[in-house]
Structure formats: C-alpha cells, structure tokens
C-alpha cells in the first residue's frame, strides 16, 4: 500500500513537516494497515518518533492501556460498525492520559462519523485505503504550527572529490534566490574546508561551527546572528575553513541547525562535503532533495550508482535523488558520454554543465556566481531550470531580466557586505 508515486516520476515530494520526538503505538486490524504503519514508521519524516505495531484494533488497545501509560499517539483502525465503535472509544478513553492524541483509521466515508468523533476527542479520522506520505501528513498536522514557515532543503553532495559540487550549490543557491525571489540560505557544511565564503567573496567572523558546537543554544536568533548578507534574497552560513582543531562530528551534529532553518527559511542549500560518516548520511537522507554532482569519468559513475542505490533504499518515500554531470567536454580527456552515464545509473541526469574553465575560473577568481559573469550563459538557464525543478515551481518562468540586473545584483551584493 505505500506510494511511491514521487520516486517513480521523479517529481519533488510534497512538503510534509517533520514529527517531533513522539512515542506512536497502532492498533491494526488488516495486513494493509500493517504495511503502511511499518513504511511510516522508517520515513525520513518520523526519524524522531517512536513507534510500535499491534494487530487487534480497538479492543487490543483497551487491554494494552488498561493497566500501562498511553503514548502521545494512539492510531487506532476499526472494521466495526459505528456504535461499536463509539461504545470502544469511550472505555478506552477511561484509560488515557492527558495529552494522548488519537487517530481513527476507518473504512467508511461517513461525515457524521466524522463529527462524531471529533466530538468526542478524536484528533482524526482517516479513511481506508492509506498511503504512506498522506498517512504521514495527516500526522504532522496534529503537531505543526500553522504559522511555521515550512522551507525546503537541498542537499548538494559530490560524487566523488574535486567534481565541483560546491561550486554547484553555490549557484544553484543563488539561481534560486534570484530567479524564485526566495529567501535561501547557503550552508556550508564543509567545516575544514569550505568554500563558500571565497566564492561570495566574503569573510564572516562567525558560521555555522558556532552553532554545531554549542547545539543547545541554537535557536531562530542565534542563527538569524551567524548569517551573512550575500544580497537581498540570499544569505550565508559559511564554514570556518580551518583545521586548528579535529571535527568528529556526532550523528546529530546539524539536526537543530537544520530544524531552525527548515522553520525560518523558504530555501535552503546543503553545501554537503564528499564523504561518509553517521553525519553526511543523515544530513542527505532527512533532505527534501539531494542533488549528487559527478564528473564523466568511472569513479564518479560508481559512486554517483553508489550513492542512489543507498539513498533510495533509505528514502523510499521520495524522488530519486538528481544526478548533475559537471566539467563534459574537455578536450584530450576521454569520457563518458552523457547518454551512457544516464544509462549505467538507470536514471535521467537532471542536467548536464559543460566544461568553461575561462567563465568558472573568473567567476571564482572574482568571488562571483557564474550569473554575474555572464548573465546570458546556457549554464545560467541550467541553472535556474534546475532550481525552479527542486524547488516544485517546474510551472513558472523566469521573467526576462533587465540589462540592469546584474549591475543591480552586484551593488545589492556590495550593500550587504
């Protein structure tokens, strides 16, 4: 019963706000229900809850509770009629605690049921059959605050190291900013080597080390404070680019950064550095989008294959991760074509970047996004297709710009610094 409708068309998933450290035990009656409760239970989205699977329905949770504390929610189905149901709710309600959400899983569409329930305390019903990600959202509504900006993350990791995917996220970021009119953030998580601050020519004396270090403290203020204006859509959290001390990251070292983003920013770009540790793969399996950047030759197609079979073993709820092919075309050097890189990874490249190592090398040399350079480049256009595509604004166009944008752009960037 799960949907894997996004992962099959390779289109975004819908935004669904991650559930909050929560205890969840169900209650089922058919194998379906199972299936999706055991599916929700290892999404990306309920990482922080805990949950346990029961068959026996309403009847089972009256004799599990009668003697033991209830969780903060109890999904319950039922194939009983609707006074046996009533009648079932209201003896378990005599064992619940205060606070004790509860979720109906019937197989009548019945809007009379429905208030009734409501009536009586149910915080939903929900109509058989399920899918997993609807399943998933109708949760997070129980606990989501209404005025909560509800951002998306990108994750931008290389295939392997020196295929520029820095680079990548860092235009892409300012694609997005510039071309949606979104707020984005950029968030260097390259802690000894980042590259964000030289690309946008900026020197922030604070990033993101200060809140991974002190993650009790990270709030919307302390990361409104270590932010960097870049100009007025865009702002980065640069890494500090030092190696004076070691970064033995934890597991959950960006959970809170990332969580306050996620409440505060409408887009944010993951700068991921290329490698694996417990870090790197929660930080690309809890993104909305992953974006794996690889070069043409045979150690990126490995690793890019690598990469996506992982990834969609651990987002099975979720579009396939896109795959960029930077740096084709450079001359002498044998490479994979396109079309066989797309075949041997049996997915379509999102887009494909050719080698301009005069226009990159200018734009890095001058602390600028390949935009300013040459607004009218095909790379540029590749660059804002892929944004609108991550973003799910695959409908909009990009307004033609003015003559005086870049120069716009260029004063809003020295303003801000």
């Known amino acids: 019963m799960t949907s894997d409708a996004g992962a099959a068309s390779g289109g975004t998933a819908p935004q669904i706000a991650p559930l909050p450290r929560v205890s969840v ?33 309403v009847a089972a949770a009256i004799e599990a509770f009668r003697g033991a504390p209830t969780p903060n929610l109890i999904v319950l189905e039922t194939l009983g009629d609707r006074r046996q149901l009533i009648g079932q709710l209201e003896s378990l309600a005599e064992f619940c605690d205060s606070g004790t959400k509860v979720v109906v899983i019937g197989h009548e569409n019945d809007i009379a049921l429905y208030r009734d329930l409501i009536a009586r305390g149910v915080s939903d019903y929900v109509v058989a059959p399920l899918d997993t990600l609807g399943f998933i959202a109708r949760l997070s509504e129980l606990y989501s605050v209404a005025a909560e900006t509800l951002g998306r993350i990108i994750a931008v990791v290389g295939a392997k190291g020196g295929v520029g995917a820095s680079c990548i996220a860092h235009n892409l970021g300012w694609s997005i900013a510039r071309g949606l009119q979104m707020q984005t953030v950029i968030a260097d998580l390259d802690l000894p080597f980042g590259t964000a601050g030289l690309d946008f020519n900026q020197d922030p004396p604070q990033g993101v080390a200060e809140a991974v270090f002190a993650p009790d403290r990270v ?32 597991e959950s070292a960006f959970d809170a950064i990332i969580d306050v983003l996620r409440s505060t920013s409408p887009c944010t770009v993951l700068d991921v550095p290329h490698q694996w540790s417990a870090w790197t793969k929660r930080v690309l399996v809890g993104a909305d989008q992953v974006a794996i950047v690889a070069a043409p030759d045979l150690a990126s197609l490995r690793n890019t294959k690598t990469l996506l079979d992982a990834l969609r073993q651990a987002r099975r709820n979720d579009a396939a991760p896109r795959v960029i092919l930077n740096t084709v075309g450079v001359q002498r050097r044998p490479e994979i074509s396109p079309a066989d890189f797309a075949k041997a990874i049996e997915i379509d ?53 003015s003559l005086l944008a870049p120069l716009i752009e260029r004063f809003s960037r020295k303003r801000a610094g």
């Open 219 to 250: 709030d919307a203020n302390l990361v409104d404070r270590l932010l960097s204006k870049c100009s007025d859509q865009l702002s980065l959290l640069a890494a500090p680019a030092t190696i004076e001390r070691l970064y033995d990251l934890p």
């Open 349 to 401: 490249l999102a887009t494909v970047i050719p080698f301009e190592p005069k226009l990159f090398g200018s734009a890095a040399n001058n602390g600028q996004m390949i935009a300013e350079v040459e607004p009218g480049s095909k790379i540029v256009e590749s660059f804002d297709s892929l944004g609108r595509e991550l973003m799910g604004r695959t409908g909009l166009r990009k307004a033609k710009a």
């Open 25 to 57: 035990q169900a209650f089922c009656e058919t194998q379906d229900c199972v299936a999706v409760m055991n599916a929700a239970a290892v999404d990306r989205r309920m990482d922080k809850t805990h949950v346990k699977v029961h068959m026996g329905g």
